[in-house]
Structure formats: C-alpha cells, structure tokens
C-alpha cells in the first residue's frame, strides 16, 4: 500500500525530524508503507511499524538479508558484520562475541566505566552550570570504547572524527575512504604488538580468538573495529542523553531514583523504548513474500521501523508517555534475532554507572530555565543535541 501522508524526510533534514507522528498514523491507517526509497536504498522500499511485523522480519534472516547493510558500507568499513547472513554471520559473530563475554564486562565496569566517569565529573562538578551533552555524554561512551579496543584515551577525538567521516562515507566517499585508511594504519601496529604481546584488552582478546582453528582475518579485524565505534559510542551516548532528558523534566521521578537506585534498571528499559537511538535497520527480501498481508517483491528493500514498533498501542498502552513503572515487556531497541546488539550488555552497564555517578556528583541537578529548552529530534539517529543544566557546585 502506498501512504500519500508518508514521506522519508530528505537526507539533509533527518538530523532534525520528529516522525513519531507520521509513524503512529501510518501503524493504524496503513502498517506497510510503499515508498520511493531515500538516499540509501532508492527503488521502491517497504517499511513496517508495527511490532509483529518489525519482529517476524527481524527474526527470519532467511528472507529478509542483511547484505544490504554491506552494499552502502562495506567500501568504508570493509567486512561487516552487519552485514553477514547465515553460517558466515554466525562464525564470524561467535569470534568476536568472545571478546564481549560477562566477565570482560563486569572487568570495564570496574577497571574503565567508573574511571572515565569520574575524570568528566571531576571537571563538571565544580562548574555548577554546563551543557551535559557537551561535557558529559558525547565524550563517555567513546573513551569507554577507546579504553576498551586499548586505544589511548585521549585519542577518541581522533577516533570520533574517523568514525564520523566512516559513516557519511556514501555521501563524501573521498573523506570516507581516507578515514577508513587512517584509522587502520593507526591500529595496524597495535594489532602486531598485541599478536605477540596480549594485554588482556578487546585488541587482544580478538587477535587471539578461535573457534574451530579458525581466527579472525585482517579484513574481519579492521571491519569490526571500524563498527565499533559508530556501533557503541554514537548509540549509547545519545540513549544516556535520552535517559538525563527525560529525569530532567520529570523531577518528581529523578528524586525518587535518587533515593532508589533500583529504579535505574526500568528506567533505562523504559527510555530504551520510548525513545531508542537507533530508529530504523535495513533488510533486503530475498524471495516473493509478503509483510503484514502486504506482497513484497524479491530484492526489494525493506526498512524495519523499530523505533515504530516499540510505540505499538497494540503492545504498549499511552506508548508516547514515558513511565519508568510499567509491566516489563520485551522492546527492539536493540532489535532482535541474529543480529541482535552484541554490545547491549554493556550499553546497559554504560548507562547505569552514567545515571548512578550523574546523581551522585551533581546535587540539585534541574534545567537551566535561562537556556533554550533542549529537544530530542532525528530521524534514524534519536537523542537530544542540548542538556543545559545547574546544580550546587561541589569538588
Ligand atoms: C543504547 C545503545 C545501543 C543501541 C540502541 C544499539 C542498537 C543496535 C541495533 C538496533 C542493532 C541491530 C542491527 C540490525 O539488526 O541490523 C545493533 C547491532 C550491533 N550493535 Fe548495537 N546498539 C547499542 C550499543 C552498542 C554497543 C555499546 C556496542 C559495542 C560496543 C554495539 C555493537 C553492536 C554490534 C557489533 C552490532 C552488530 C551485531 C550483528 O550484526 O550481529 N552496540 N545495535
């Protein structure tokens, strides 16, 4: 079915669109949307926002590929693991899944999480005023991942700008390609020392890992690591961000996690559906098949709404409100099925020690009612881009 009241952003605009909207109409008027494609996969596209439907595609890799993730990325990010199907998929995943064990996450937790946090805290605590997106959440998760590849932290703006340049490859290809570059000559060395040299960092853990006599090649190593960064730092950051937005306008709620910190958990499965970084993934169906009643085509592009999909009135009731008591359901913030978010262990650790040391170092943490109210926008990227803040300066 085609929406006429549908309409992709254009690509220069989707830093700014607020489509939560256009989804909820379309979910009851028309769930499968036929539309002209956007910049990233033109030709007719299907897109769902329903949660049933988000989850059948998601969960039935046999006809809906995700090679079409590799299509726009692989000339940048080399081998993808996103963009893998099947057995190539599963082996390549079990090696780099290794590195990404509970114990490794309990050891981050204790040997980086809390020491990064506690240097950006150290230097906001006293200030009494600043802009959390600017001092705090941007800078964060991207040093938990440099610490965590065993990149020197103060290298992540480095890292940042390449993973930047890695991700608007298909728009400036030149700038793409010479990121993709830099950023393996950087690790290249790393990569040798820690061949003969383990350190017990991800860098070694990878270099190292075997399933069956086989071990990561080169292209898988350097395609992963250049992942990383866009997959683990750009989406939590903005989801902790998220997460202070919504306790910032709600205080009556921020106290009662101040006083009680096992609200934290609901509270991050709650802001992870309300409104989750990563609204939108890609499929291609590869065989004649249909979605919700509606028949789509082999090789047709189809775009998973689960920013939609975790907004179903059918799953969630008043889904547009955030309330941290609700029934815990399972969400697709982090989607589902084989390429289910390998860091979603961590992003949930990142973002419990984040709220934890935020209430314990800043008292009297409100808005700034002299500054412009953020607002959280985007169309496949969520967060807000401003948290101007006070609180009682302290050391
Ligand atoms: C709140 C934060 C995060 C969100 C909302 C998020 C969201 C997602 C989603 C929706 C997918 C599925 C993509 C698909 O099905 O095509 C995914 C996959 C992935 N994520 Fe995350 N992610 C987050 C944090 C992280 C972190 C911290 C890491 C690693 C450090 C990470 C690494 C990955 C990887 C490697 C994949 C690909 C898995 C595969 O293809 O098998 N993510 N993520």
Redo the contacts with the bound molecule.
Sequence with gaps: MADPGFEVPPYDNWGDAQPYAMWARARATCPVIETEGNDWAPGPTFSTTTFADADRV?RDPATFS?AI?AEAMAPFMGE?????DGEE?RR??SL?AQA?KKSSIERWRRELVDTVLTRLLDDIAPLGRTDLVASLTTKY?VQ??CG?VGVPLDDHERFNEWAEKINYGPLDPHAGMAASAAMVEYLEPLVAARRTEPTGDLLSELVHAEIDGEQLSDARLHG?LR??LP???E??Y???GTCLFALLHRPEVMTRVREDRSLIAPLIEET?RWE???TM???RAVLDTEIGGCPVPAGSPVT?Y?GAADRDTERWQDPDDWNIDRDPQAH?????????????H???V??DAGINAVLDRLVDLRLDAAAPAPVIAGYAFRGPTTLPVVFSPSR
């Design positions: 998601l995700s993730n993808l693991l996103l963009g893998l998929h390549y995943r780099v990404f998760p938990v991942i965590i992963f992942l990383l997959a683990g730092a989406t939590t903005r989801v902790f992870l989750t970084s990563v993934v890609s499929r998973v689960n697709l913030a982090f989607g589902t099925g084989p390429h289910q978010c390998l860091g979603m961590l992003a949930r990142e973002l």
